[in-house]
């Protein structure tokens, strides 16, 4: 993301759910190219690979940062 140049305009949403809930294994449309995989780790964890350079992209740091501020978890 580059704030003196893009304009876009990101919505985070956050939701419990449970096991039964799940309805596949990942998702996407095909039509569109898409392959999502869904990646299920432990909280620490994830802000572990933030510190460690595993996790880099900005958009995911800063979800990670809210949960973590607002003590969602």
Known sequence: MSPGSVTEILHFFIAEYTDNMKVGNGGGLEEEGEHIEIMEIQFQDALDM????????????????????????
């Not at 880099?56 to 990670?64: A, C």
């Open 50 to 73: 933030i510190e460690k350079g595993d996790i880099k992209d900005g958009k995911t740091i800063m979800l990670l940062q809210y949960i973590r501020l607002h003590h969602l978890l």
